[in-house]
């Protein structure tokens, strides 16, 4: 999105290298008379406070109020944007919050990633739809940089929770503890955001190592992959080449015949038997990793 900056070029304002106007935590440009809201302004990002432009709606009216105050004679501050869009695709819905993998990369901050698919409300209730999550946050404190979503319903409440607790500055173990209403119809006893929560605070306190999607391709040589779902599921759906299979209910019969030398990269259809597996292994002196998110996120992610 490139900005329409005529104006703003006419006037002799300041602009950022991308073109957009530049302005201070007040709005106002380089001009002091002049103040400047919405798509084609430079303002910072609320996360880690890097510039940006956020060519969304909400931002630029909440600019307008406080540009307004501040031409009147208050002294108000923007405080940046997280860029929390959603969009409908046919029938998904996709939405995103705070910071990304590239930008993140970009500005050499560190970070992990968990994927997780929950339903959108309990399973024994007719017409949930599952969705995915990915959330950012950072490896030292846990805090959430960032999350992305992709589903049926439930999509937008989940994203905005995630906004607002991006903006509170919490961390992934609060996710856990965040109390969000419940009946059948709506969500799970755990919520989606909570089981984010929980998935990326196994991460963080070290009750299981993770691999990603990305890294199935260049695992080290003494890395053994074990596809843990039934074989109905393989059949349905196939499997990452090379794998071995073994069911996680027959995981601890087969115990004795891994070798100790190797480490086991588990993987399930979403991450939950896997994580399963992984606790098995380690209790018995094993090292294992997990593949985040499971074969739902390898497939699609790899093209298979």
């Known amino acids: 999105v490139r900005p329409e900056n005529d104006l703003a070029k006419a006037a002799g304002l300041d602009l950022c290298p991308r073109g957009h106007i530049r302005v201070d935590a007040s709005l106002r440009t380089s001009d002091p008379d002049i103040f400047a809201v919405g798509d084609a302004v430079c303002t910072h990002d609320c996360v880690l406070g890097f510039p940006t432009a956020a060519a969304l709606a909400g931002p630029a009216n909440k600019q307008a109020r406080i540009a307004a105050d501040n031409a009147l004679g208050r002294a108000e501050t923007f405080r940046g944007t997280l860029g929390t869009a959603v969009v409908r695709v046919f029938d998904l819905t996709a939405a995103c919050t705070g910071m990304n993998e590239k930008l993140l990369a970009e500005h050499q901050v560190p970070y992990l990633t968990s994927y997780t698919h929950p339903g959108s409300h309990a399973s024994y209730f007719p ?23 992709v589903g049926g319903s439930g999509v937008d409440k989940r994203i905005d929770v995630l906004a607002t607790a991006i903006r509170g500055h919490m961390r992934a173990a ?38 990603t999607w990305r890294d199935i391709d260049s695992l080290p040589a003494d890395h053994v992959l074990i596809d843990l779902r039934e074989q ?37 259809a979403a991450g939950l038997r896997g994580y399963i597996a992984c606790r098995i292994l380690m209790q018995h002196g094993l090292k294992a990793k997990n593949v985040s998110g499971g074969y739902m996120t390898w497939q699609p992610a790899r093209g298979a």
Do not use: W
């Open 127 to 149: 017409g949930a739809e599952q969705m995915s999550i990915k959330l950012i946050f950072a490896p030292s404190s846990g805090r959430i940089l960032g999350a992305q979503i």
């Open 174 to 211: 609060d996710l856990e503890e965040l109390e969000l209403a419940y009946a059948p119809p709506y969500s799970s006893a755990k919520d989606p955001v909570n089981v984010a929560g929980y998935v990326a605070n196994n991460i963080l306190k070290g009750d299981v190592q993770i691999v």
């Open 232 to 268: 109905i599921e393989l059949d349905m759906s196939g499997s990452i080449k090379g794998a071995l299979h073994i069911p996680l209910n027959t995981l601890r019969g087969r115990l004795a015949g891994l070798d100790r030398t190797k480490t086991y990269v588990v993987y399930c």
